[in-house]
């Protein structure tokens, strides 16, 4: 009875070690605040960019898809990117265009978000060859949407695509110290084409950008 009666404190002491570790554990939450999505026409081939100035001068985009709090969740490289080649042979065509960048904290701050149209894809519609793809000038749609406590969409902008090297500003916002989404405008703000990589590598998107 005696070595019962041991076994039993021993896992209780146990137990309660274990159980104090796990509340002295930090719990790091793994969330989103601000979704910013960019759309456009499943059946343009076309290879367009989102990108993002933080408040504090740096860029998130396809070349630097992780800034800290901000993150480019997915760069849709048009055609590109909607080809996938199956384990078993063949191939199946994704029709998908978007882009979707996420604030995982609410820093104060002005924040800036442009749409660059980056390169040309020539090439038909694979699963449906005898459709025409939409050609530019076109349209896409960004959206911003605050998604903690619930979603709640606060903006959608439309960008005129015509040529390669086109940039629009979508909209620009302000997070004020009270952590609310305010001041948001739509006045144009050029900042990708002032980027080395931007500017001067047109239509050449290398592995390591992502592109």
């Known amino acids: 009875m005696n070595i019962i009666l041991a076994f039993v404190i021993m896992f209780l002491l146990a137990f309660l070690q274990i159980n104090e570790k796990i509340v002295k554990t930090p719990q790091v939450e793994s969330k989103a605040e601000v979704l910013v999505i960019l759309t456009w026409s499943d059946y343009n081939n076309d290879d367009i960019d989102l990108w993002m100035r933080l408040p504090d001068g740096q860029t998130v985009n396809f070349n630097t898809k992780d800034m800290g709090f901000a993150h480019l969740e997915r760069d849709d490289r048009g055609i590109g990117g909607d080809i996938?080649?199956?384990?078993?042979?063949?191939?199946?065509?994704?029709?998908?265009?978007?882009?979707?960048?996420?604030?995982?904290?609410?820093?104060?701050?002005?924040?800036?978000?442009?749409?660059?149209?980056?390169?040309?894809?020539?090439?038909?519609?694979?699963?449906?060859?005898?459709?025409?793809?939409?050609?530019?000038?076109?349209?896409?749609?960004?959206?911003?949407?605050?998604?903690?406590?619930?979603?709640?969409?606060?903006?959608?902008?439309?960008?005129?695509?015509?040529?390669?090297?086109?940039?629009?500003?979508?909209?620009?916002?302000?997070?004020?110290?009270?952590?609310?989404?305010v001041d948001i405008t739509h006045n144009p703000v050029l900042f990708v084409t002032k980027t080395p990589f931007a500017s001067d590598g047109m239509g050449h998107h290398n592995d390591a950008a992502g592109h």
Do not use: C, H, W
């Open 84 to 181: 996938v080649d199956l384990p078993e042979g063949g191939r199946k065509f994704i029709r998908l265009n978007k882009e979707v960048l996420t604030l995982r904290a609410m820093v104060p701050g002005r924040y800036d978000v442009n749409v660059q149209f980056y390169n040309v894809n020539e090439g038909v519609m694979y699963d449906e060859p005898r459709v025409t793809p939409v050609k530019a000038p076109f349209k896409g749609k960004v959206t911003l949407a605050r998604i903690n406590p619930s979603y709640e969409e606060l903006d959608v902008a439309e960008v005129l695509m015509s040529a390669p090297g086109d940039e629009k500003t979508a909209f620009s916002f302000t997070i004020n110290d009270e952590l609310k989404i």
